[in-house]
Nanobody, 118 residues
Framework: VQLQASGGGLVQAGGSLRLSCAASGTIFSINVMGWYRQAPAKQRELVAALTSGGSTNYADSVKGRFTISRDNAKNTVYLQMNSLNPEDTAVYYC?????????????WGQGTQVTVSS
């Protein structure tokens, strides 16, 4: 199983980034895909999740600013992040799991660093 997150970087507060996660075809079409993040000295948390049927779940802190989407043809899930603020600074990961984020299926990959400067 391969789950490769990319697209992170350094951005000023108020800016935008789009993260991508490429997944193998077998798991992509039938599972819940989620974006998670872990800030320094904090626990990893669910940011957004998307079912194969299109249902979504967002953390309260990102509602209205982040959008999760998927491109089935490319086996890729995206996280569009707008109006970023320094509290969004974290390593972002993707995984297969439950819509509420309590369960993840695969070991964590390296993730992609997002740094928001004030």
């Amino acid at each position: 199983v391969q789950l490769q997150a990319s697209g992170g970087g350094l951005v000023q507060a108020g800016g935008s980034l789009r993260l991508s996660c490429a997944a193998s075809g077998t798991i992509f079409s039938i599972n819940v895909m989620g974006w998670y993040r872990q800030a320094p000295a904090k626990q990893r948390e669910l940011v957004a999740a998307l079912t194969s049927g299109g249902s979504t779940n967002y953390a309260d802190s990102v509602k209205g600013r982040f959008t999760i989407s998927r491109d089935n043809a490319k086996n890729t899930v995206y996280l569009q992040m707008n109006s970023l603020n320094p509290e969004d600074t974290a390593v972002y990961y993707c995984n297969v799991g439950s819509i509420d984020g309590r369960y993840v299926r695969y070991p964590w990959g390296q993730g992609t660093q997002v740094t928001v400067s004030s």
